[in-house]
């Protein structure tokens, strides 16, 4: 578990923001405003834009983790939504919300999640493969090992995990399931301890664990249509900030500001102008700083971006 500073709210043992001060600071925020924190957790991130607000501002902040509402404050000026992300206009428009200023998104999984050694996220614990953002889902981690066919793994280890032997791995799994189901993160790495050296062990286990997980949560999937429902419900001139730690996150981030769609192609008006909903702060992804990485490991991989409603 990471350790805190000293002087850190005890809010942050559930889990320590990443680029907090860059990422509210990026929200341009109007105490008046309406904002959208869309990965609450331990509300780091809507604490600060909470502080930045005045009487008549509001905060709607997701999240589909049941663990995350032990830390709401007790504000009125915040609407709490247990939900996935995935529907941020429908709970938006039923709270009468649109249109919104600024949407934050802080991606990834919490550290108290990882902590959480049940939820089967982390694979120095030994667990049942579960791996659940939301515990009421019907599809987890056991579903994925256990009876998903052999080229849908191949696709899942190559694309999220970024996996070089992703064949081999997947076809060590299906020998091994048809033995006896893995039921477990430890009977898993059991078997990525066969595709790997010693050398490479954590880096590989970590990579293919963030694989399932992403598919579990159907993480692209729910960014995707964050970022295309983003763009309906924010005003002329807010603000979208997204923070990812995958390549794949950010890829589609990057490609939707420049573009307006996922794949990066450039669809010109009569004029010229490329056809898209915002407009990047920078064309490069802003990273943590060195003192941040030192104190919190989870922000070695992050990048933000920022775009500006059109």
Do not use: W
């Not at 925020?29 to 904002?35: L, N």
């Not at 039923?94 to 050694?117: E, K, N, R, W, Y």
């Not at 790495?189 to 963030?210: D, G, I, P, W």
């Not at 010109?268 to 898209?276: E, F, K, P, S, V």
């Amino acid at each position: 578990m990471m350790e805190l500073p000293p002087d850190a709210p005890s809010n942050t043992a559930y889990h320590l923001p990443v680029m907090l001060r860059e990422s509210v600071d990026a929200l341009n925020i109007r105490p008046d405003g309406t904002y959208v924190d869309c990965t609450f957790g331990g509300g780091g991130h809507s604490r600060e834009i909470l502080s930045q607000l005045g009487p008549e501002g509001r905060l709607v902040a997701f999240d589909r983790d049941a663990d995350a509402i032990a830390n709401l404050p007790d504000d009125q000026r915040l609407i709490f939504v247990p939900h996935s992300f995935r529907f941020l206009y429908q709970f938006l428009r039923f709270t009468g919300c649109i249109p919104v200023d600024g949407i934050l998104a802080d991606l990834g999984i919490s550290s108290h999640q990882i902590d959480q050694a049940e939820r089967g996220f982390a694979h120095r614990y030994d667990a049942d493969l579960d791996m659940r953002m939301d515990r009421h889902a019907t599809l987890h981690a056991g579903t994925v090992v256990n009876q998903y066919p052999e080229e849908s793994l191949v696709r899942i280890f190559r694309n999220y995990g970024e996996i070089s032997n992703a064949a081999k791995l997947a076809s060590r799994i299906i020998d091994t399931r048809r033995q006896h189901p893995i039921r477990s993160t430890g009977a898993l790495c059991e078997v990525l301890s066969t595709c790997t050296s010693a050398h490479t062990r954590n880096k590989y286990f970590s990579q293919v664990f963030q694989a399932i997980r992403m598919e579990v949560n159907g993480e692209l999937l729910a960014l995707e249509t964050m970022l295309e429902q983003g763009a309906e419900v924010l005003r002329p001139g807010g603000r979208l900030v997204v923070i990812s730690y995958h390549s794949l996150e950010d890829r589609m981030v990057k490609h939707f500001l420049a573009s307006g769609n996922m794949e990066g192609t450039r669809e010109t008006d009569l004029y010229g102008n490329t056809q898209r909903p915002f407009d990047p702060v920078q064309n490069r992804a802003q990273m943590p700083g060195e003192e941040e990485i030192n104190a919190n490991r989870r922000a070695r991989s992050a990048k933000m971006r920022v775009g500006i409603k059109r």
